[in-house]
């Protein structure tokens, strides 16, 4: 099967990133967690680490290239005793390839010398879908995410979900919170409480880590430190967010968490230890998809989830990242204890 690795997306201020090095060639073999290359995005300077053993099979963008963050810029190919080094295939067919898990051993180019192009993609992955026999990839990956990608020793999902059903319940919700305290539940709330219930759930977290967990807010110009955070219900969650001025400097989070707005990737390094799970996310934007046929509105929220993974596993960190959507898609969950 062949992954794309794309431009990893640390944040959502930042729109490309600059290829430095390549430290890798085609046909090059790769074990889980050795640096493919090395990448300038914003001030950020970053090692992109592969995820998985393989055999490093194309790269799509030379060194000192700009490139949008989210793009394919190299292939890996995980499948054993496959010999990728003459199979060349275009940016968009990489692409499609990733997100549908075929093997791309199996797909035959239609591309000049035999380039795999995208609608050779297409069609393989069509006769997938009429084919008895089922896709299997491993580790799971969450509806809606792409492909993890491994960066300094993180792995990063870049996902969307859908808080539409979250805007059609927020009024009364937020009527109620007028009365008990003066003020109403942020989003940020939400997504708090989602990143700790997915993770304090997910079979391979480590059970003897309080979620202790670090708020960024304001841009940066605020903090906010709630320990033991899996005991707080959402409204205490909301309460000491309001009400802390700073949050104390010598408390390691086990949860670091940066409201739209701000750089979590850089934000981290002034935490030692390393946080098991890093989350930030974007601006919500309206948007209109088509379901059974008929127009739905949706109003997409974008997150970037970076998951340790030091001291989690690959198939944890999946767990997490599509628990983490299925939350913050069913608000009602997080409003119980």
């Not at 992109?48 to 055999?55: I, K, M, Y």
């Not at 054993?80 to 898990?101: M, Q």
């Not at 967990?213 to 841009?219: E, F, I, Q, S």
Request: glycine residues 6%.
């Amino acid at each position: 099967m062949s992954t794309a690795v794309e431009m990893p997306r640390l944040s959502y201020i930042q729109s490309d990133g600059v290829i430095e090095k390549w430290h890798l060639s085609p046909g090059c073999k790769i074990k889980s967690g050795d640096c493919i290359a090395q990448l300038n995005i914003g001030t950020a300077q970053i090692d992109l680490q592969a995820s998985e053993d393989g055999t490093l099979q194309d790269i799509l963008h030379p060194e000192g290239a700009k490139v949008s963050l989210g793009t394919p810029i190299a292939l890996v190919n995980t499948t054993k005793n496959f010999n990728a080094t003459n199979v060349k295939i275009s940016p968009l067919a990489a692409k499609l390839l990733a997100e549908s898990g075929l093997n791309i051993s199996l797909i035959k180019g239609t591309g000049p010398r035999g380039k795999i192009m995208a609608n050779d993609v297409k069609r393989a992955e069509e006769s997938q879908k009429n084919s008895p026999a089922k896709k299997i990839q491993t580790p799971p990956i969450p509806k809606g995410a792409r492909r993890a990608t491994r960066i300094n020793d993180f792995y990063l999902f870049s996902l969307e979900a859908n808080m539409a059903y979250l805007a059609a319940i927020s009024t009364p919700i937020a009527v109620q919170c007028e009365k008990l305290m003066g003020a109403r539940y942020s989003v940020f709330d939400y997504v708090v409480r989602a990143a700790i219930k997915a993770c304090i759930t997910a079979e391979g977290w480590p059970t003897e880590k309080e979620a202790h967990v670090r708020l960024m807010l304001d841009k940066g110009d605020k903090e906010v430190f709630i320990p033991s955070a899996e005991k707080k219900t959402i409204h205490l969650i909301a309460m000491a967010r309001l009400t802390q001025d700073s949050a104390p400097t010598d408390e390691s989070p086990t949860l670091l968490l940066c409201d739209s707005g701000i750089e979590s990737w850089q934000a981290k390094d002034d935490i030692s230890p390393a946080p098991l799970a890093i989350i930030s996310i974007g601006g919500t934007t309206p948007k209109t998809g088509i379901e059974a046929g008929r127009p739905v509105s949706k109003l997409i929220l974008p997150v970037s989830l970076f998951i340790n993974a030091k001291e989690i596993s690959d198939t944890t960190a999946s767990k997490i990242a599509a628990e983490f959507k299925t939350l913050l898609e069913n608000p009602v969950l997080l409003l119980l204890n």
